[in-house]
């Protein structure tokens, strides 16, 4: 438990800042704070050797049965997206409370890119699920895969809705690392999943700006 508290502890307090800058900070500031929240963890993260991109690199050559996971992987978080999108849409006067990351300009832009698609894979995953989640026992595992699908979602929503639904984000990468035990496996399928979804925000955004000139 003190091992547990020890590796969490840090993380879980710059997620509470964070979470506090939200209601403190304008919202087009939030990209700011998001982008510097990642940094400091996954820095953080890599200082511990938390994660090893040689390791991911590894994993990613290992072959097809590390693949297979990760596809069904990747899948299950793209169906959950469509679930939660199915039900924004029926209970539309709902308020998800999302933290929206606006960017009107080429800086703004990049730091989107880089806070949206490739730190949150190497954060994320390295600290709500294989940081967060513990094989103790039954019991431990449960509640420490829901602590974490509840860290996640905190993250990404200030109201229940929105809690709620990006907690259904969490689950298929919550199910496949504590199938896998292999942090590398959701981290690839998470990747691939923001590519797709936010990547054609910044297509979109790239394309508007463009346009504009």
């Given at each position: 438990m003190k091992n547990y508290i020890r590796t969490n502890i840090f993380?879980?307090?710059?997620?509470?800042?964070?979470?506090?800058?939200?209601?403190?900070?304008?919202?087009?500031?939030?990209?700011?704070?998001?982008?510097?929240f990642?940094?400091?963890?996954?820095?953080?993260?890599?200082?511990?050797?938390d994660f090893s991109l040689k390791k991911w690199s590894h994993n990613l050559k290992s072959g097809k049965k590390f693949w297979t996971?990760?596809?069904l992987t990747a899948l299950g978080f793209i169906g959950a997206f469509v679930i939660?999108?199915?039900?924004?849409?029926?209970?539309?006067?709902?308020?998800?409370?999302?933290i929206g990351l606006r960017?009107?300009?080429?800086?703004?832009?990049?730091?989107?890119t880089i806070s949206t698609v490739l730190l949150p894979p190497i954060v994320e995953e390295t600290f709500f699920r294989k940081n967060m989640i513990s094989f103790e026992n039954k019991v431990v595992l449960i509640i420490t895969t829901?602590?974490?699908?509840?860290?996640?979602?905190?993250?990404?929503?200030l109201a229940v809705w929105g809690i709620i639904l990006t907690m259904i984000w969490a689950l298929p990468l919550s199910i496949s690392y504590i199938k896998t035990k292999n942090v590398y496996v959701p981290m690839t399928a998470h990747f691939i999943g923001n590519l797709f979804g936010n990547g054609i925000d910044i297509i979109f955004t790239i394309t508007a700006m463009i346009s504009n000139k």
């Open positions: 993380p879980i307090i710059i997620e509470v800042i964070f979470i506090i800058s939200c209601c403190i900070v304008p919202r087009e500031y939030y990209i700011y704070t998001n982008f510097c990642y940094l400091i963890l996954v820095i953080y993260f890599w200082c511990r050797k996971y990760v596809i939660t999108m199915v039900l924004e849409s029926i209970f539309s006067d709902f308020n998800t409370g999302m960017r009107n300009s080429w800086i703004s832009l990049i730091i989107f829901l602590l974490g699908m509840l860290m996640y979602a905190l993250e990404h929503s």
